[in-house]
């Protein structure tokens, strides 16, 4: 009789034993990614989304790139990107705003805050629960607004913008014509820039 309760004593402490074993792991292991990984993930180019990747999907209107601005609510009504749908950082893992952040897999989802660095504080908690689909948008609303948003031509980071820029056609002669041959006097400012090494 006393071997049965001593086994039933026993068997009851390894149970709570291997019950505390299992907890500890599990609650104990908040990261589900480690951080070599977060790492990798955040440094890539495949975290990254250009502003002329903005810009050319603004512009057509792409229905795949879903934009989520992970600043405050205040700072999104002061002023956002088009279509771009508030979710600050501060709710990222909400369940308010699961379907922006679990749903649809197929979409591009590009955060952006003012800052580079806002947004990809934000991605790092995403990345550290496991989610792989998200890009941060370089340089932040704050280049954004000023390159995308109140200049129609972001030119300066796309060099056949920057030719079309300047009209190089008035300084050199078209065709068989020589400088010679030109009637029409053309008049070069001092601080614009020309051709040359």
Do not use: W
Not at 10 to 36: C, D, H, Q, R, W
Not at 59 to 78: A, F, G, T
Not at 80 to 108: C, M, Q, W
Not at 124 to 134: M, P, Q, R, V
Request: hydrophobic share 35%.
């Amino acid at each position: 009789m006393k071997k049965h309760i001593l086994t039933i004593v026993v068997s009851i402490i390894a149970g709570i034993f291997i019950l505390a074993m299992i907890g500890k792991k599990i609650f104990t292991t908040p990261y589900k990614v480690s951080v070599e990984q977060q790492i990798t993930q955040l440094t890539s180019d495949e975290s990254r989304f250009s502003l002329y990747e903005l810009s050319v999907n603004m512009q057509s209107k792409n229905p795949n790139i879903l934009l989520l601005d992970v600043r405050s609510e205040k700072e999104y009504e002061q002023g956002h990107l088009t279509n771009a749908i508030n979710v600050p950082a501060s709710k990222l893992l909400h369940t308010d705003f699961s379907e922006y952040i679990n749903g649809n897999e197929r979409l591009t989802k590009v955060l952006y805050g003012n800052t580079e660095a806002q947004a990809a504080r934000a991605l790092s908690i995403l990345i550290n629960e496991g989610y792989t689909n998200f890009k941060v948008l370089n340089g932040g609303y704050t280049i954004a607004k000023e390159k995308i948003l109140q200049e129609r031509n972001p030119s300066y980071y796309y060099y056949m913008d920057e030719q079309k820029k300047y009209n190089y056609s008035k300084l050199m002669p078209a065709g068989e014509t020589t400088s010679q041959d030109t009637q029409e006097e053309v008049s070069v400012e001092a601080d614009v820039p020309r051709g040359g090494c």
